[in-house]
């Protein structure tokens, strides 16, 4: 491989690392707004 591609390769891993791990935090923020919304019974009716 050439220097290119290994600088493509982990630009490409650093992203997807960053993605997922705020995508992760995100949901796990909305499971405990979720929680502590039907605590306070102010949940959404689906």
Not at 13 to 19: D, E, P, S, Y
Not at 21 to 29: E, F, N, Q, V
């Amino acid at each position: 491989m050439s220097s290119y591609a290994v600088f493509i390769i982990s630009a490409y891993l650093a992203v997807f690392m960053i993605l997922g791990g705020l995508t992760l935090a995100s949901l796990r923020a909305r499971s405990k707004m979720r929680h502590a919304l039907a605590e306070r019974g102010l949940e959404r009716r689906r």
